[in-house]
């Protein structure tokens, strides 16, 4: 699935947190300067200035109405005056923040003093070496490194992201796929964070570059005969993940397998952990299809799974001489069914898990004696493992009543073993080996989290909120103990809400600076994602998106009726889809919150989804709708597309944060916001446009600028919390 999300989830996405007293007198004459043109001022008011974008009317119909957009000029990236105008919102942002420096210093050192600088992950098994990545203090970014045989074995160093980064400001890795004999390794680059990677070959027995370089690849697979792989590429202009391709180690060129023709559909492909195939899937956001190529025999042709049909969606593994189908048919949360690779047909198929409406499945590994289903139940995960001999099943069990637990790296197929990845609020992560034979985990590294970190100085907690109509809304929450339920503590809460995508309570050393300062944080499971199932999802989307919105605000006003916090100490956030809903959210409701952070936010939807030409806008069309062919759907969507629903009215302060280079959101959306809003707000609250001018959707890709941009938000917070700076 193909989405635009927040940060924290590599996941490709179209993508949290909250007070004024004497010691912010300095910024609060700073912001005099904030009025909007139609206030009565009658003296120059002290500090910068914010910008102000020129209107130049830009008129468009759509099923018999007329729109103007008078910020449609700010997507000319080429234009000198755009760039100008980028700069000069940046500039103002920093300025406006200038006495919060030292505040944004401390935040830093307290969040690097909370990092083991110099760290190594735990080692995982592939194929008779132990993989491994391992920072160094200093150093921006992890090398990738390998042992064979044994962890005793010489260390290879198979890539350095350092290298690779020099003189580059950004610089992130995609894909990478060693080869069945060890000793090729495939790697995708991107620097300059609009996903635009390049495919490069590694021979890591001399530590040279192959002479291949492949532009726009996304996905890459190693035939069994380890000269041979298959890559998926994107269109130069849509980025649409549409083509298939197989290539040979010493040849020039490459053989087209596939091209997906159909707008709505994207490719992604992988080999299976059996090693026995080359699975190429072609997915929807409603639809998906998969076909497959025998690993050993790789110049055959592609043979279908399932051929692809309205609102089913599948995706297969395979084991012996079958098929694990996760199918949807006659399922809304998914079950499990088994069929012959010769014909993996429906009428083939037989029962393996049966459905059970309250347990989504997310997803099912096979191993050589086990099968591993990932699931969502109550709004938790769970790991529950069937051993394939007896049926015997057993769910993974877990210490605390909130959590986070997924699968880690699990990339042998002959193994009684299974990685997984446990934290919480406040448990760091760990990482954990289960025997699925005994049950029992063993504890393989726990990130250390130095700096006088204890989890017993903190709470987490699991609350619910009640919707208009009356869907409890899942909230989890943490903060330090000690603090008070007397509306007095500031509170920051996160939501995200789109493409089924679930947000799991994970612990975060960067957030720690927040806890320690007294701020309250709280994820608001809202409709839309998929914490509780596909019709959680589907109760949050196309013509129902309104509920996202509605559960946030539902969740806000219980936080508040708690005593959890005030309106005057209640900021919000949301990057990506999640920015739309802080854009959504504060036209609606812009009493309810003090400030708002809304991160590379999708907040122009009807324009972008009206312009086909746009990354991700096709794709989109069974997630929001398309407003071009449908008038219904249009006018559906007008009602809450942040940009086309501000008005004159006062707004929280805000902080907007965009990439120039980023391909999922574009920058425009943000800037365009910014300006429109700024044009006609009746507050003198701060407003601020910070633009990343060498980075995408994830921000910047070094660990160590990711924490000054992370210290930039939190001073933000702070401040408009009213805690001391």
């Not at 003189?167 to 080869?179: E, H, N, P, T």
């Amino acid at each position: 699935m193909t989405v635009r999300i927040a940060v924290a989830y590599e996941l490709n996405v179209r993508g949290s947190v909250n007070r004024v007293d004497a010691a912010l007198l300095l910024i609060a004459i700073v912001f005099v300067g904030c009025a909007t043109p139609s206030s009565n001022v009658s003296a120059p008011p002290a500090g910068p200035q914010p910008p102000a974008a020129d209107k130049q009317p830009h008129v468009i119909s759509v099923h018999g109405q007329t729109l103007t957009d008078d910020y449609f000029w700010l997507r000319e990236k080429t234009n000198p005056k755009v760039m100008a105008h980028l700069k000069a919102e940046t500039d103002y942002a920093d300025k406006s923040m200038a006495p919060t420096a030292s505040l944004q210093e401390d935040l830093y050192r307290d969040m690097l003093g909370h990092i083991k600088q110099t760290d190594e992950t735990a080692p995982y098994r592939e194929n008779g070496y132990y993989y491994y990545s391992r920072t160094r203090e200093g150093l921006q970014y992890p090398i990738y490194c390998r042992k064979r045989g044994s962890l005793t074995a010489p260390e290879e160093v198979i890539l350095d992201q350092n290298e690779l980064a020099k003189d580059q400001k950004y610089l992130a890795i995609g894909a990478r796929a060693v080869s069945d004999d060890g000793n090729l390794l495939a790697f995708t680059v991107d620097n300059t964070g609009y996903r635009q990677y390049t495919l490069h070959v590694k021979d890591l027995r001399t530590g040279k570059l192959l002479p291949v370089a492949i532009e726009r690849v996304d996905d890459v697979a190693w035939a069994t005969d380890s000269r041979t792989f298959f890559y998926v590429t994107e269109d130069a202009v849509t980025k649409r993940h549409d083509r298939f391709w197989r290539r040979v180690i010493g040849t020039d060129t490459s053989d087209l397998v596939y091209d997906e023709k159909d707008d709505l559909f994207d490719l992604s492909c992988w080999r299976t952990r059996d090693r026995a195939a080359i699975l190429l899937q072609i997915a929807a956001k409603t639809s998906t299809e998969a076909r497959y190529v025998p690993a050993d025999r790789p110049t055959e042709a592609l043979k279908i799974v399932v051929p692809r049909q309205p609102e089913h969606e599948y995706d297969v593994d395979h084991r012996g001489d079958l098929f694990y189908i996760r199918t949807n048919k006659i399922a809304k949360n998914f079950r499990v069914v088994t069929a012959p690779d010769a014909d993996p047909s429906e009428k083939n198929w037989k029962e393996f898990v049966a459905h059970r409406p309250a347990v989504k499945i997310a997803g099912v590994d096979l191993f050589e004696r086990h099968a591993v289903l990932s699931e969502w139940e109550n709004g938790l995960q769970q790991i529950e493992i069937v051993n394939l001999a007896t049926g015997a099943r057993r769910r993974v069990e877990y210490p605390e009543p909130v959590y986070a637990a997924s699968l880690g790296a699990n990339m042998e197929f002959a193994t009684a073993t299974v990685r997984y990845q446990y934290q919480s609020l406040v448990t760091p992560s760990s990482v954990f080996d289960y025997d699925m034979n005994t049950g029992t985990s063993t504890l393989k590294k726990e990130t250390e989290v130095p700096g006088g970190f204890a989890r017993t100085n903190y709470v987490s907690d699991r609350l619910f909120a009640s919707a208009a109509d009356g869907t409890r809304i899942p909230i989890s929450i943490v903060h330090r103990k000690g603090v008070m339920k007397d509306g007095s503590a500031p509170l920051l809460l996160y939501a995200y809400g789109s493409y089924g995508f679930s947000v799991p309570p994970t612990f975060s050393s960067s957030r720690l600076p927040l806890l320690d300062r007294g701020v309250v944080y709280a994820i608001a499971h809202v409709r839309g994602g998929g914490e509780l199932g596909e019709e959680w999802r589907d109760a949050g989307r196309m013509m129902k998106k309104m509920n996202t919105f509605s559960d946030f605000i539902a969740s806000a006003e219980y936080l508040l009726a708690e005593k959890y916090t005030s309106k005057e100490r209640l900021v919000i956030q949301g990057g990506s889809a999640g920015g739309m809903l802080v854009g959504a959210v504060v036209n609606m409701r812009p009493d309810l919150f003090k400030a708002a952070i809304a991160e590379v936010p999708f907040v122009d939807v009807v324009n972008d989804m009206l312009d086909a030409s746009l990354p991700l806008t096709t794709s989109e069309y069974t997630e929001w709708g398309n407003p071009a062919k449908n008038k219904t759907e249009f006018e559906y969507i007008r009602r809450y597309s942040p940009y086309d629903n501000i008005k004159s009215q006062a707004y929280p302060a805000m902080l907007v944060k965009t990439s120039l280079n980023d391909s999922q959101v574009m920058y425009w959306e943000g800037a365009k916001f910014a300006a429109k809003v700024r044009a006609v707000k009746t507050d003198s609250n701060p407003l601020l446009l910070k633009v990343n001018f060498g980075a995408g959707h994830g921000g910047s890709s070094g660990r160590y600028d990711a924490l000054r941009e992370t210290a930039f938000n939190w001073a933000f917070v702070l401040w408009q919390a009213g805690l001391p700076l």
